[in-house]
């Protein structure tokens, strides 16, 4: 699959955390400025959080990453602001270091059933909401009807908060699959406990096409694209994590969707016509049941993160 992007060291916290190590040449003083890790120039976080805080001539700052595979690193560098030309690979001058947070194991049924309880119904009445008026959600693009619907919750301080949208990533992915070869090539791995696909899940594609009843095709993403499900989908074969399943197997998506040009309406996509392109299904979870906290300049001393 080509989402989310590939890691050197199975998930981008840690490849950050390393770029902290004593062992990592820095050719720079980067850390002077209010910028990102030079790690990260060409692939900017989806939502991060930094601050800084100075005891006398001692400089520190602090940042937290939330990656779209849902891996969090801290990291921290104390420099001398009277001296910042300082060699930066001089640790008795440059103090660095790092905690993270690995990718999310899958949850269990009663986790993921928890959490459609808490959100499902909410995210798929939301997008239901704009069904048939005319009316867009926010700018119009298909991913704001799920990042809108996430947010949603916002106001709601006694409901714990949901991974919000982060790039494609929805929350807690429960299916992926693709089609090659005018889907005469399947593949597809079931993720989590859970035996069905859920009304209020979100589904994102890649590149899609996927046949329609009349002879045409629907063509799904440019190149990617969201909608929010709103009937459940029951594969046709038990299925538990780590299980292949073809994407045929789940049957066919009810969905809302939109995107600029089209209003928000609801589509029914058979996936025995999936030809195309790639697919995620995503389950809606809080972050601090998922992730482990939410996100923060620092690690919380209440999480056990790992250090490098």
């Known amino acids: 699959m080509s989402y989310p992007p590939p890691t050197t060291h199975g998930s981008s916290a840690l490849d950050l955390a390393l770029y902290f190590s004593t062992s990592t040449y820095w050719d720079s003083s980067w850390y002077i400025t209010p910028e990102l890790p030079p790690l990260l120039k060409d692939h900017r976080p989806p939502t991060y959080s930094t601050s800084w805080e100075t005891r006398g001539h001692l400089k520190n700052i602090f940042g937290g990453i939330l990656f779209a595979d849902l891996s969090i690193c801290w990291y921290s560098v104390q420099f001398d602001a009277a001296n910042p030309g300082a060699?930066?690979?001089?640790?008795?001058?440059?103090?660095?270091?790092?905690?993270?947070?690995?990718?999310?194991?899958?949850?269990?049924?009663?986790?993921?059933?928890?959490?459609?309880?808490?959100?499902?119904?909410?995210?798929?009445?939301?997008?239901?909401?704009?069904?048939?008026?005319?009316?867009?959600?926010?700018?119009?693009?298909?991913?704001?009807?799920?990042?809108?619907?996430?947010?949603?919750?916002?106001?709601?301080?006694?409901?714990?908060?949901?991974?919000?949208?982060?790039?494609?990533?929805?929350?807690?992915?429960?299916?992926?699959?693709?089609?090659?070869?005018?889907?005469?090539?399947?593949?597809?791995?079931?993720?989590?406990?859970?035996?069905?696909?859920?009304?209020?899940?979100?589904?994102?594609?890649?590149?899609?096409?996927?046949?329609?009843?009349?002879?045409?095709?629907?063509?799904?993403?440019?190149?990617?694209?969201?909608?929010?499900?709103?009937?459940?989908?029951?594969?046709?074969?038990?299925?538990?994590?780590?299980?292949?399943?073809?994407?045929?197997?789940l049957g066919t998506l009810e969905v809302i969707e939109q995107s600029v040009g089209s209003p928000p309406s609801r589509m029914h996509y058979d996936l025995n016509m999936f030809q195309e392109g790639e697919m995620w299904i995503y389950r809606p979870i809080g972050i601090e049941a998922y992730v482990g906290c939410l996100l923060a300049p620092q690690c919380p001393d209440n999480v056990q993160a790992m250090t490098i």
């Open 87 to 249: 060699d930066p690979n001089d640790m008795s001058m440059v103090e660095r270091s790092a905690k993270y947070l690995p990718r999310p194991d899958a949850k269990d049924k009663a986790a993921l059933l928890e959490a459609h309880e808490m959100y499902g119904e909410t995210i798929a009445a939301f997008a239901e909401g704009f069904d048939g008026t005319g009316q867009y959600c926010a700018r119009g693009e298909c991913w704001d009807l799920a990042n809108e619907a996430l947010k949603y919750f916002d106001q709601f301080d006694y409901v714990p908060k949901p991974v919000p949208s982060l790039s494609r990533t929805h929350g807690h992915l429960i299916f992926c699959g693709m089609a090659a070869q005018n889907g005469a090539r399947l593949d597809g791995r079931w993720r989590g406990g859970d035996d069905r696909v859920r009304r209020g899940d979100i589904v994102e594609w890649r590149s899609a096409r996927v046949g329609m009843p009349n002879g045409g095709h629907a063509m799904l993403g440019d190149p990617d694209h969201t909608a929010v499900i709103v009937k459940d989908a029951v594969p046709s074969k038990s299925v538990r994590d780590g299980a292949v399943v073809l994407p045929s197997e």
